[in-house]
C-alpha cells in the first residue's frame, strides 16, 4: 500500500469528520492537521550493554589494542578485510555497522562517544532501571519520558497513541503514563480468542469498563480505542519508501511499524524500543556474538532512516542507548565484563552528525575507570535534554531530570 493510500486508508475521510469520535486517528484527516505535527522522539534501548569500545573504535590508542588482542578491530589503514570505517582521523566505525556509514557521511547520524550514566552500578538491572527513571530517587513512580509528557501539550489530545512501547511491556522510562501502551505488534493488537466473537467480546468489555472508576476505566477503553484505530491504519500493509527493506525479525517490524505510525500522524508523540537478536551483553566469544548484533541494529537503523528520510514525512529524532559499556580489557573468554562509558547514537535530518562528539578520557591505566574501564564523561541525560527542549518543546528541563543541569552538546545544527 503506497502512503497516500495508507493516509486515507479509512475510507470515511473528510465527509466523517462530523460524526468521527474525539480519538479517531488523525490519519483520516492527515491533510487538515499535518502543520500541527510535532517532532516524534523514538528511543531505542540496548539492553545488555553495548561494547561502545567495538561499535566506535579509538583506533589511535594503543592501550585499545594492548588491551584487546583477540577482540579489536583493526586500524582502517590496514590491509586487513575487517578494518574499521574511519570517521574522523581518530574514531573508526566496526564494519559490521557499514549500513550506518552512509547516513553518517551525510550528516543524518551523531556518534556521542564515552557516553552513560553517572550510576556506578555493574547491575544490568539496576543500571537500566536507574537509566530509564533518570532522577537520584531510589524509589519512584514515573519515568523521565512519563515526566516529559507531563510538562507539555499533547498535539492531539484525543490521541490514545501519545506514548507507544513496541515491546511486550511498558518500558521504565514511560512508567507512570496512564495512556502509554505495549504494542509488540501493531498489526495484529486486538483480543486473543475467535475473530467471530470479537466484536461482542470488545462491546462486553466497554460496557463492564465504563461502569467503573478510572484508572481501570481510562486504561480498558483507551486500550479498546487504540485497536479499533490500529484496525483501521491496517500497519500489516504499509509499503516502505525510499527502497527501505527492513530485517525480517521483531526489531525490523517494530521499526517499520515506528515508521508507519509516525507517518499516519495519529498523534505518537513517543516511541520506544529495543534492539537485540539475543543480548548486548557479550562476556563469552563477544566478536561473533557482538556482530550479530550490531550487524542487526545498522540493518534496522538504516531501513528506518531511507524510509523516514523523505520528502513529506514528519519530523523525528532517534537516539540509541544502552545502560552501561563494557570493560577495555578482553576477559578469558574472549568477552568483555560490565563497564562505564558507552556509546549513544543519535539520528534525524536536523541532527548535526557527521561527526563523534566526545570529551575523550583516555585509555591509559591511570585514566580507567576502576582501572578497567572507559570513564563517563558526558551524561547521557545532556542528549535526552537537548533532543527534549529544542525538538519537543519542553523548557521544564528542571522537571524531567530532577536535581540535574544539563550542558547541551551540539546535537542539532544552530
Not at 552512509?102 to 550514566?117: E, K, M, N, Q, Y
Not at 532512516?305 to 544502552?322: C, E, G, H, I, K
Amino acid at each position: 500500500m503506497s502512503r497516500r493510500r495508507f493516509l486515507g486508508v479509512t475510507g470515511a475521510g473528510v465527509a466523517a469528520a462530523a460524526t468521527a469520535p474525539a480519538w479517531l486517528p488523525r490519519v483520516t484527516f492527515a491533510k487538515d492537521h499535518r502543520g500541527a505535527q510535532r517532532e516524534v522522539i523514538v528511543v531505542v534501548f540496548l539492553r545488555g550493554g553495548a561494547d561502545g569500545l567495538s561499535m566506535c573504535i579509538p583506533y589511535q590508542e594503543q592501550a585499545y589494542y594492548a588491551a584487546r588482542p583477540n577482540l579489536s578491530v583493526p586500524r582502517p589503514d590496514s590491509n586487513s578485510p575487517n578494518r574499521a570505517f574511519d570517521l574522523d582521523g581518530v574514531f573508526g566505525l566496526n564494519p559490521s555497522l557499514a549500513p550506518l556509514m552512509p547516513l553518517f557521511r551525510d550528516g543524518r547520524l551523531l556518534i556521542v562517544h564515552a557516553a552513560g550514566s553517572p550510576d556506578t552500578s555493574r547491575s544490568h538491572f539496576e543500571a537500566m532501571r536507574l537509566m530509564e527513571v533518570a532522577r537520584p530517587e531510589t524509589v519512584t513512580n514515573n519515568g523521565w519520558l512519563t515526566r516529559h509528557q507531563a510538562e507539555v501539550a499533547p498535539v492531539n489530545p484525543g490521541s490514545t497513541l501519545r506514548a507507544i512501547g513496541l515491546n511486550d511491556s511498558v518500558p521504565r522510562s514511560l512508567l507512570g503514563e496512564t495512556h502509554a501502551l505495549a504494542i509488540p505488534t501493531p498489526g495484529s493488537f486486538s483480543l486473543a480468542g475467535d475473530p467471530v466473537t470479537q466484536a461482542l467480546r470488545l462491546n462486553a468489555i466497554q460496557s463492564s469498563y465504563f461502569q467503573c472508576s478510572d484508572p481501570p476505566k481510562r486504561y480498558a477503553l483507551n486500550t479498546l480505542h487504540t485497536m479499533n484505530v490500529l484496525s483501521e491504519l491496517d500497519v500489516d500493509s504499509y509499503e516502505p519508501e525510499g527502497g527501505a527493506v527492513y530485517p525480517s525479525n521483531q526489531n525490523g517490524l517494530a521499526l517499520r511499524s515506528a515508521a508507519a505510525l509516525i507517518k499516519a500522524q495519529v498523534g505518537a508523540e513517543v516511541i520506544a524500543m529495543d534492539i537485540a537478536v539475543r543480548t548486548w551483553d557479550t562476556h563469552q566469544l563477544g566478536g561473533t556474538p557482538m556482530a550479530t548484533e550490531m550487524r542487526n541494529m545498522a540493518d534496522c537503523l538504516a531501513a528506518f532512516a531511507a524510509d523516514m528520510f523523505v520528502d513529506d514525512a514528519p519530523p523525528f529524532t532517534l537516539v540509541v542507548m544502552s545502560e552501561f559499556g563494557r570493560s577495555l580489557i578482553e576477559n578469558a573468554s574472549y568477552g568483555t565484563d560490565h563497564g562505564r562509558g558507552g556509546v549513544m547514537w543519535v539520528m534525524g535530518s536536523a541532527v548535526a552528525g557527521g561527526r563523534v562528539t566526545t570529551i575523550w578520557p583516555g585509555l591509559a591505566y591511570e585514566q580507567l575507570y576502576d582501572h578497567r574501564d572507559l570513564q563517563v564523561t558526558i551524561d547521557y541525560r545532556d542528549i535526552l535534554a537537548e533532543i527534549l527542549q529544542t525538538k519537543l518543546g519542553n523548557d521544564r528541563l528542571d522537571l524531567v531530570f530532577p536535581g540535574f543541569t544539563p550542558t547541551f552538546r551540539g546535537v542539532y545544527a544552530p
